[in-house]
């Protein structure tokens, strides 16, 4: 899974169709949590979408663009533009199907 910087998350988003980024920081519990559900929801929507993490505390610059006041913040893009956002740590089921009706 791809670790995005400030420097690169935009030519990240614009060279993949649909795009779903987890806006996380390391001393983040909830962030903790949801991670192994975001990285198996990656292997099953891979054909859907590329998945990608950017570290809010080391890459402040592109969560303060897209005011991510709350972590873990789930943005997803497509085309280039984000087509939705969710927050918080949430069951595998519930992540599934947010992310169907964005995808």
């Known amino acids: ?3 995005l910087t400030d420097a690169d998350f935009s030519d ?5 169709k649909a795009v779903v980024i987890d806006f996380w920081a390391e001393w983040c519990g909830p962030c903790k949590i949801v991670a192994p559900v975001f990285g198996e929801l990656a ?3 891979s054909k859907k979408a590329v998945f990608a993490k950017l570290d809010i505390t080391n890459n402040p610059g ?3 663009k897209f005011g991510v006041a709350s972590i873990p913040t789930f943005l997803v893009f497509k085309d280039g533009e984000v087509a939705g956002e969710f927050h918080g740590a949430m069951a595998k089921e519930d992540f599934r199907s947010k992310l169907e009706e964005l995808i």
Request: hydrophobic letters at 45%; charged letters at 20%.
């Open 43 to 45: 292997q099953e929507f």
């Open 12 to 16: 990240f988003i614009s060279s993949n």
């Open 1 to 3: 899974m791809k670790e």
């Open 62 to 64: 592109i969560a303060n």
